[in-house]
T-cell receptor, first 115, second 114 residues
């Protein structure tokens, strides 16, 4: 149980284009979803927190107009990287939490390469 | 503000020997603490967690961690390393805000040699 999937697992896009990453909770309802960014050989940095049906809360320094987050249902959240640049290349990981508990269940991540 | 310091970026052990991954935290509140493991091309997996109660917590795959408030530490141990334990390990503290955000340490890469 408590499986989170991400799609795609790997994507390459050209500079200036937009790319959407999906995060799904497969066997539970996720009231809260989180998006993280991980640079090579570094730790995870929280980008934003989203509750179903509400606007996402972004961490300091994260451009909300560049990283659009939608959490339209209890099983799906999307992260859209708009006008991507090579410096946006990274590993993006989502997690989902059920109810008010502590435990977050992590997706396998999406590797984005912007050329 | 909460923070986590993992004292070793790399740890190398021989198969069958003990594992010790060190973690210190800083928190203004009573913290919740976690250890996650990340294998290549796989999602993070929760090894164990401390919220309240018993300070020695047991996790999956033979891992344990002890919460020591006086030392602000939450070190991860395992009596005998297996080759399959080779991975990246993250010590994590949860803040006490409404969203219970997770704050990750920098990670420790564990290598296990035959």
């Amino acid at each position: 149980g408590a499986v989170v999937s991400q799609h795609p697992s790997w994507v390459i896009c050209k500079s200036g284009t937009s790319v959407k990453i999906e995060c799904r909770s497969l066997d539970f309802q996720a009231t809260t979803m989180f998006w993280y960014r991980q640079f090579p050989k570094q730790s995870l940095m929280l980008m934003a927190t989203s509750n179903e049906g509400s606007k996402a809360t972004y961490e300091q320094g994260v451009e909300k107009d560049k990283f659009l987050i939608n959490h339209a249902s209890l099983t799906l959240s999307t992260l859209t990287v708009t006008s991507a640049h090579p410096e946006d290349s990274s590993f993006y990981i989502c997690s989902a939490r059920q109810g008010g508990g502590y435990e977050q269940y992590f997706g396998p991540g999406t590797r984005l390469t912007v050329t | 503000a909460q923070s986590v310091t993992q004292l070793d970026s790399h740890v190398s052990v021989s198969e069958g020997t003990p594992v010790l991954l060190r973690c210190n935290y800083s928190s203004s509140y009573s913290p919740s603490l976690f250890w996650y493991v990340q294998h290549p091309n796989k999602g993070l997996q929760l090894l164990l967690k401390y919220t309240t109660g018993a300070t020695l917590v047991k996790g999956i795959n033979g891992f344990e961690a002890e919460f020591k408030k006086s030392e602000t530490s939450f070190h991860l141990t395992k009596p005998s390393a297996h080759m399959s334990d080779a991975a990246e390990y993250f010590c994590v503290v949860s803040d006490s805000g409404g969203y219970n955000k997770l704050i990750f340490g920098a990670g420790t890469r564990l290598a296990v040699h035959p």
